[in-house]
Each structure stands twice: as C-alpha cells, then as structure tokens.
C-alpha cells in the first residue's frame, strides 16, 4: 500500500507540515492505520477509502493516536489526488462530519487546495483549566493579549485560543510537555492554538501537539478554521474577511495559511493553502 508523502500550506518542501497520503485504505484496520501512521512519524497521516465520485471516507492518525479532522493532512490528500486524477472538488465524509475541498493548479505548477470546515463552534475556557494552561506553558496572565479572550474554539476539532502580547513571547516556546499532555488529554483538545496578532488581519501561530507525541506543528489547518469562527463570534474582524497566519517560522518550516470567514454565522470557514510532494 502506497504513503504518500506531502508538504501542506507551503510550495516548498523544506517548509510547512508534513503529512502522510494513503488515497486507497480500503480494508486497513484501525490498528494498521495507527500502526502506519506511527511508523510514518508525522504529526498526522490521513487514510482515505473511496466511496463514490471523488467522495471519500477519511480517517485521521497521529502517530500516538487518531484525531477527528486534520486540516494540514486533508491539504495535503486534496493536492496528492488533484495531482493525479485533475484538479476538482473532493467531498470528505470525515469523523467531524462532511468537509468539501477543491484544488487548483497554479501557473507555476503549485496545487493550492481550500478546505470548507464543518460549522464552527466556541466557548469560554473556565477559570481553572485557563490557570492549568497557562502553568503547562510556563506563561502568565500578564504574557497575554488582553483584546483577545481565551476561549476554546472548534471547526471539527477542538483547540483552547490563546493569544501572546508579544511576538517575542509567542516565540519563546517552551512547556511542561507532560503537564500539557494530561491537561489536553483530559479535556480532549487536539491542538493549543497560540497566536499573535501582528495587524488587524495577520496572525503569528504556534501549535503544540503533545498529545499526537509531537512538540509542536509547523501549520494546522483545524485551528486556523477554528481561529476564523473565534475571530466571527467574537466579532474581532469585520467578516467577510481574509486572516493570513504565518506558522511554523520559529521552528525553520514556514507555512502560510489563508483563512476566508464568511459574514453569516454558522457557514464553514475557508482555510487555503499550498502543497508539495516530498521526496
């Protein structure tokens, strides 16, 4: 069976995320996905069984364990099918629910893919998990942007939004790894999404990810979603609205990720970006 292996928000293959691409699982049991998936050893590989014209059922795997939607793996299955069957409009039946996604080819010859999320949701963070948060991250109160509420944000998976005062403490990246680990594990959080707000419509993001046994993401395209539906219900951006997110630069694998959010609350947001195979 074939892994394919892919870049995703980056036309270069020493930046963004790398993903796993399995475009034909049938028959591959939970435990041979998660069993690939550890030996592929990135953040997430994505196994995709065919179910109709371009309709897939797709499973998510960290190398630890298995995720409910990843946004960076399901680029990265967009630009890997586009670049072998045409450009088009995927329809993903993932755990999440159902996500549309459709590829371009730029002139330069980059697959650019835009993932549609599922509706997204938020919710405030409560006072003791916030205090735990911030203890795992080795963080303060007074480290964090006071115009950007913590808040617990999902556009199929879930991720606490915390947003730094400074870009020098979004870049000084250090946490308990075990303490996070628990506290994510126990909430059920796939993903911390530390942000700076850099201008009214660009963010800095780090993304740790212990709970998949990764220190952290170079791009994750479920937590963009999931900062767009945050940045609409709080009505911190004007919608419609276009969100740039620089990811993945203090760890030397730049990514880009482009967030459109729509004005209508409860539609799906836009989350594009580029991908590249590896070697």
Not at 72 to 98: K, M, N
Request: charged residues 15%.
């Amino acid at each position: 069976m074939e892994i394919l292996r892919y870049a995703a928000f980056s036309a270069d293959p020493a930046g963004g995320n790398p993903a796993g691409v399995v475009l034909d699982a049938t028959g591959l049991s939970d435990a041979e996905m998660q069993r690939m998936a550890a030996e592929v050893g990135y953040s997430e590989t994505a196994f995709l069984v065919p179910g109709g014209d371009r309709q897939f059922k797709v499973r998510y795997f960290s190398p630890k364990a298995e995720v409910p939607f990843c946004g960076h793996a399901t680029i990265a299955s967009a630009a890997a099918y586009a670049e072998r069957h045409g450009p088009g409009v995927l329809h993903l039946d993932t755990r999440a629910g159902l996500v549309e996604v459709s590829t371009t080819v730029q002139a330069g010859g980059t697959t650019t893919a835009t993932l549609i999320s599922v509706e997204p949701q938020t919710k405030p963070v409560s006072a003791s998990d916030l205090a735990a948060l911030l203890g795992a991250l080795r963080w303060t109160l007074d480290d964090l942007d006071a115009t950007l509420p913590p808040r617990i944000a999902f556009a199929g998976a879930w991720h606490p939004i915390v947003a730094a005062g400074s870009r020098h403490r979004l870049a000084n990246l250090d946490y308990d790894m075990a303490a996070l680990t628990s506290l994510m594990s126990q909430r059920d959080w796939t993903t911390i999404d530390l942000v700076y707000r850099e201008s009214a419509l660009v963010f800095h993001a780090r993304n740790p990810f212990p709970p998949g046994g990764v220190v952290e993401d170079p791009a994750t395209g479920a937590a963009a979603a999931a900062l767009g539906g945050y940045l609409r219900e709080l009505g911190l951006v004007a919608p419609p609205a276009t969100v740039t997110v620089h990811q993945g630069q203090d760890m030397g694998r730049p990514s880009l990720l482009t967030i459109e959010i729509p004005a209508q609350s409860g539609t799906g947001i836009a989350v594009t970006g580029a991908a590249v195979a590896l070697s």
